[in-house]
C-alpha cells in the first residue's frame, strides 16, 4: 500500500506570497492532519480534517487554512507568507480522527525569504 | 496546558553504546506513542504503550510506560549508526481530540 505523499517536497517564497501544499493520504485512511516542525518549536498541530470536516485546530492564525476533498486528499494554504512561517510541514493520515496512529508524508520544506 | 518533556535534547554516543531517553509529564494518558524521524522524512511510529507499567521491546529497543502513566522511557542496547535520527514521544490525553507532542531527542550514534 502507498504511503502519505506530498507535493511539492521544497518551495521558496517570498514575505507576502501565498502557498498551497498538498497532501495525499494512504489509501482507506480518512484522517488527514497537518503539522509544522521547526527545530525550536517541534511539532506542532495544525489542523485535522475528517470525511471534508474541520475537526481539530491548533493555535495557528487565520493566514493558515486548509480543506479535505471527498477522495480524502487535502490542501493546506497559507497566506500572506511571513519569515517564520519557514518551516517542514507534515502531512499525516490515519485510520480514524483524534489521536490515533499517526502516518506520516516526507514534509514539504518551506522557505520564506 | 499538557506538556510533554523529552530528554536529554540532544545526544551524542558512540557505536556500541547504551542509551535512554525520557518522555514526562505532569498528566495521565490513556497512552502514548514513540516516533523516529530520520533526516528528509517524516516520523515513523515504533511502538504505543497503553498499559501503566507495560514494556515493550523491539529488537535492540526497549519502551516502557510508567505505572502512572505520565512518563515513558526508552532504552536503545548497543546503538548503530542506523539509530540516528529524532526520537518523538507522543501522548493521547483521553479527550479524544488530538496528540500531544514532545520536542524529542536528537540522537547522533557515530561510527
Known amino acids: 500500500k502507498a504511503g502519505v505523499t506530498q507535493t511539492p517536497r521544497y518551495l521558496i517564497k517570498t514575505r507576502g506570497q501565498q502557498v498551497t501544499l498538498s497532501c495525499s493520504p494512504i489509501?482507506?485512511?480518512?484522517?488527514v492532519s497537518w503539522y509544522q516542525q521547526t527545530p525550536g518549536q517541534g511539532l506542532q498541530f495544525l489542523f485535522e480534517?475528517?470525511?471534508?470536516?474541520?475537526?481539530n485546530k491548533g493555535n495557528f492564525p487565520g493566514r493558515f487554512s486548509g480543506r479535505q476533498f471527498s477522495n480524502s486528499r487535502s490542501e493546506m494554504n497559507v497566506s500572506t507568507l511571513e519569515l517564520g512561517d519557514s518551516a517542514l510541514y507534515l502531512c499525516?493520515?490515519?485510520?480514524?480522527?483524534?489521536?490515533?496512529?499517526?502516518?506520516f508524508g516526507p514534509g514539504t520544506r518551506l522557505t520564506v525569504l | 496546558t499538557q506538556l510533554l518533556e523529552q530528554s536529554p535534547q540532544f545526544l551524542s554516543i558512540q557505536e556500541g553504546e547504551n542509551l535512554t531517553v525520557y518522555c514526562n509529564s505532569s498528566?495521565?494518558?490513556?497512552?502514548l506513542q514513540w516516533y523516529r524521524q530520520e533526516p528528509g522524512e517524516g516520523p515513523v511510529l515504533l511502538v504505543t504503550?497503553?498499559?501503566g507499567g507495560e514494556v515493550k521491546k523491539l529488537k535492540r529497543l526497549t519502551f516502557q510506560f510508567g505505572d502512572a502513566r505520565k512518563d515513558s522511557s526508552l532504552h536503545i542496547t548497543a546503538a548503530q549508526p542506523g539509530d540516528t535520527g529524532l526520537y518523538l514521544c507522543?501522548?493521547?490525553?483521553?479527550?479524544?481530540?488530538?496528540?500531544?507532542w514532545g520536542l524529542g531527542t536528537s540522537l547522533a550514534v557515530n561510527p
Open positions: 499525516a493520515s490515519s485510520l480514524s480522527q483524534g489521536p490515533d496512529t499517526q502516518y
Open positions: 489509501s482507506g485512511h480518512r484522517s
Open positions: 480534517y475528517f470525511s471534508e470536516t474541520q475537526r
Open positions: 498528566s495521565v494518558f490513556s497512552s
Open positions: 504503550v497503553v498499559t
Open positions: 507522543a501522548a493521547n490525553a483521553g479527550n479524544n481530540r488530538k496528540l500531544i
